[in-house]
């Protein structure tokens, strides 16, 4: 079972924060400016994989019903895959 998206993120922050404070407190402003924009870019990207591992995550209900075929054949997926790419 994946972790909760929530987990994920909140993790991601905690790493972040952590390093964040140590640079303030030595007062390093340019390392706190690249953390801050590491972590806006990398919370970005995290997202993007969250949102593919739950459009993933999700079987047509045709795949789903079938008992042969539990997993979505590579077609589906790849179909999956573009419909989630033209919502963004």
């Known amino acids: 079972m994946p972790r909760p998206r929530d987990r ?10 952590e390093a964040y404070e140590r ?5 390093d402003q340019a390392r706190m400016a690249d953390l801050d924009a590491a972590y ?3 919370q ?3 997202e ?4 593919i591992r739950d459009a993933l ?10 008992e ?11 179909e999956t895959l573009r419909r989630l790419t033209k919502l963004r």
């Open 8 to 17: 994920v993120l909140a993790n991601l922050e905690s790493i972040y924060r």
């Open 23 to 27: 640079a303030r407190g030595l007062g």
């Open 40 to 42: 806006q870019r990398e």
């Open 44 to 46: 970005l990207l995290l």
């Open 48 to 51: 993007v994989l969250l949102d």
């Open 57 to 66: 995550g999700t079987l047509p209900a045709a795949a789903a019903r079938s």
């Open 68 to 78: 042969q075929n539990p997993v979505a054949d590579p077609l589906t997926t790849l």
